[in-house]
């Protein structure tokens, strides 16, 4: 199993570097939205490969222009630019899980994440851009539900999303047990 997820990570260099890809040739006018899906105990390990792809693709494509964003890391930027985030701590501390994400709700609205991240991005200024922090940001933020506001944001930009659960290329399960609704506007980074 070790082998074949070490193969899996080796293929995503080549991949997200080819023309074919960042032309988004043979997707037929579809979303370019990828998942690289992996089993969750293995996101160390998925980290460290993310930091190697962030130093190698300039080195083997020096012109291509590519962004990393943890949503994790969207959301709390987010929440002190807002200046919620302080509150939420300590509503968390009095209040616990349930209020605050109720209290969150609004602010984290899908929608409005797929707007700040858009903006943050500024995709018609990149030609790859990759997604990660998924597991951390649950339950503040549903995968399915930022990837459908993202939609008519991203363009033609391929958006590459480290997922730590399956795709089935139909519905994502995060941590391959959470039953996520349907999105079928991705495709498999990698086999």
Same mark, same amino acid.
Do not use: C, M, W
């Given at each position: 199993m070790s082998g074949v997820f070490n193969q899996r990570l080796d293929q995503i260099l080549e991949r997200v570097t080819a023309d074919d890809f960042l032309q988004g040739k043979g997707l037929g006018n579809e979303i370019?939205?990828?998942?690289?899906?992996?089993?969750?105990?293995?996101?160390?390990?998925?980290?460290?490969?993310?930091?190697?792809?962030l130093t190698q693709i300039p080195k083997r494509r020096p012109s291509l222009?590519?962004?990393?964003?943890?949503?994790?890391?969207?959301?709390i930027r987010h929440l002190k630019d807002r200046?919620?985030?302080?509150?939420?701590?300590? &509503?968390?501390? /009095?209040?616990?899980?349930? =209020?605050? #994400?109720?209290?969150?709700?609004?602010?984290?609205d899908a929608?409005?994440?797929?707007?700040?991240?858009?903006?943050?991005?500024?995709?018609?200024?990149?030609d790859l851009v990759l997604v990660s922090g998924v597991g951390a940001a649950y339950p503040l933020l549903r995968t399915h539900n930022l990837l459908n506001n993202l939609h008519h944001r991203m363009g033609s930009t391929p958006l590459v999303l480290?997922?730590?659960?399956?795709?089935?290329?139909?519905?994502?399960?995060?941590?391959?047990? &959470?039953?996520? /609704?349907?999105?079928?506007? =991705?495709? #498999?980074?990698?086999?």
């Open positions: 370019p939205f990828y998942a690289f899906d992996y089993p969750a105990e293995r996101e160390l390990e998925v980290r460290g490969h993310l930091a190697f792809l222009r590519f962004t990393h964003i943890n949503l994790f890391d969207l959301i200046g919620f985030y302080d509150k939420a701590l300590a &509503l968390h501390q /009095k209040q616990g899980d349930a =209020a605050l #994400r109720k209290a969150l709700a609004a602010p984290l929608g409005k994440l797929a707007a700040v991240l858009a903006t943050e991005v500024k995709p018609a200024q990149q480290f997922y730590p659960g399956d795709y089935d290329g139909q519905s994502l399960r995060l941590f391959g047990t &959470l039953q996520d /609704k349907p999105y079928y506007r =991705a495709f #498999r980074l990698v086999s």
